[in-house]
């Protein structure tokens, strides 16, 4: 079955320490995103990518970064310099252009102490 | 500040009766979309309503668009225990970059039965 898978479900870390998430699709989609969402808030986007070898910021980028060498991966890191990463985090894919739907994968949840 | 603001926060309902809750939006937008989060998992696209349409349906679902008011409305009509989720409406704005969507704080919906 296609879709996207996002690794490990839960992680933690101490404070100080950078921490990658994986994110693979199989649905062939041109585009990747990863969204942060913190309770009673809405998603909130961090980098997205529109094709391979090329991403953009979105909202709120500091203290985060990401790679996409391949269609169907795009890794975020988590880094010391974000101050509150604690978080539940979403990776999503679309198809190119307009009106494409987003198919999200089921997150990661992310707690550092 | 979210482009999207969904109203109400919270809704609680019995098996069988309509859920409505409304979005409202800032600037102009291409689309509207839907979606629903079941607890600890990724989004689910629901139904996209693009800015040149009023009125969606899909199965038990009803969408509507006003665009003079930016606002736009998701109904659920004989609700079920599995409808109980939150459900984010998310913009893509009039901009040159597609994919970006704006997501709402969400509305979280209860159905017992």
């Known amino acids: 079955d296609g879709g996207i898978t996002q690794s490990p479900k839960y992680l933690f870390r101490k404070e100080g320490q950078n921490v990658t998430l994986s994110c693979e699709q199989n649905?062939?989609?041109?585009?990747m995103y990863w969204y942060r969402q913190d309770p009673g808030q809405g998603l909130r986007l961090i980098y997205y990518s529109q094709i391979v070898n090329d991403f953009q910021k979105g909202d709120i980028a500091e203290g985060y970064s990401v790679s996409r060498e391949k269609k169907e991966s795009f890794p975020l890191t988590v880094t010391s310099a974000q101050k509150n990463p604690t978080a539940f985090y979403l990776c999503?894919?679309?198809?190119?252009?307009?009106?494409?739907?987003?198919?999200f994968g089921n997150g990661t949840r992310l707690t550092v102490t | 500040s979210q482009q999207g603001e969904e109203d109400p926060q919270a809704l609680s309902i019995q098996e069988g009766e309509n859920a409505t809750m409304n979005c409202s939006y800032k600037?102009?937008?291409?689309?509207l979309q839907w979606y629903r989060q079941n607890s600890g998992r990724g989004l689910v696209h629901l139904i996209l309503?693009?800015?040149?349409?009023r009125e969606k349906h899909s199965g038990r679902l009803r969408v509507t668009l006003d665009t003079s008011k930016k606002s736009s409305s998701l109904l659920i009509t004989a609700s079920r225990a599995a409808d109980t989720a939150s459900y984010f409406c998310a913009t893509d704005m009039t901009t040159d970059s597609w994919g970006k969507l704006q997501f709402g704080a969400g509305t979280q919906v209860v159905v017992t039965p």
């Open positions: 649905l062939n989609h041109d585009a």
């Open positions: 999503a894919s679309s198809i190119k252009g307009r009106s494409s739907p987003l198919h």
């Open positions: 309503i693009r800015s040149n349409e």
């Open positions: 600037t102009s937008i291409n689309n």
